[in-house]
């Protein structure tokens, strides 16, 4: 069965520096890979997402992801974090056969301090 | 705003209760997907459906039914409630239902059950 790993649950992180949020996945085939952001009180934000190709991805928001087949992971990164992205981050996993049965990681809570 | 809308908001019933919950999808979009998201259960896909028919079902009680009108909206309907029904239901949609696009959520129901 798939499943979707995100190791840490809490992250805090200065304004103006730079974050990685990990994503840690199993599935045996190739896998469509997504971050999505929750607000408070929003519904869930695409950032990103991995199809196929170019295995490092630009998001929106000034967000990458980069995809490593060897370590099932999907990091996130992003070089300079503003206040507002302090939100929850969900990594999600899909598959071909069932599209839209996503798997989602438990999330990933960002604090972002002056 | 995502293009999904999700009535009501917010709701607060008691147990044993019977609650609908309602989602119309982004213009064009045929599949509808519905999400629970729980403090210890995570975000858990409940249900899929596609231009009217059932097409996916995840971790969806017996308790709980949905189905896709003509005109695409959707409901989810939750009866008996108890206190551990309480959570955020998303939905989401999507062009198709086939591989390689993205869900697009609504900004949730929350539901609070006493």
């Known amino acids: 069965a798939q499943s979707v790993t995100q190791p840490d649950i809490h992250i805090t992180v200065s304004e103006g520096a730079s974050l990685e949020l990990r994503c840690n996945y199993s599935?045996?085939?190739?896998?469509?890979l997504f971050w999505y952001v929750q607000s408070p009180g929003q519904g869930l934000q695409l950032l990103l997402k991995y199809f196929s190709g170019d295995t490092l991805v630009q998001g929106i928001k000034g967000f990458e992801a980069e995809f490593k087949r060897s370590q099932s992971s999907f990091n996130l990164r992003k070089p300079s974090v503003h206040w507002s992205d302090a939100a929850e981050y969900f990594c999600?996993?899909?598959?071909?056969?069932?599209?839209?049965?996503?798997?989602f990681g438990a999330g990933t809570q960002v604090v972002v301090t002056p | 705003d995502s293009g999904v809308t999700q009535t009501p908001k917010h709701l607060i019933t008691a147990t044993g209760q019977r609650v609908t919950l309602r989602c119309s999808p982004r213009?064009?979009?045929?599949?509808v997907y519905w999400y629970q998201q729980s403090l210890d259960q995570g975000l858990q896909f409940l249900i899929q459906y596609y231009n009217g028919e059932e097409r996916a079902k995840g971790n969806i009680l017996e308790r709980f039914s949905a189905q896709q009108f003509p005109d695409l909206h959707s409901e989810l309907n939750l009866s008996s409630l108890e206190l551990g029904d309480s959570a955020l239901y998303f939905c989401a949609s999507s062009p198709t239902v086939r591989g390689a696009n993205v869900l697009t959520f609504g900004a949730g129901s929350r539901l609070t059950v006493l």
């Open positions: 999600a996993v899909g598959q071909l056969r069932s599209w839209g049965k996503l798997q």
């Open positions: 213009s064009g979009d045929l599949s």
């Open positions: 599935y045996g085939a190739t896998p469509y």
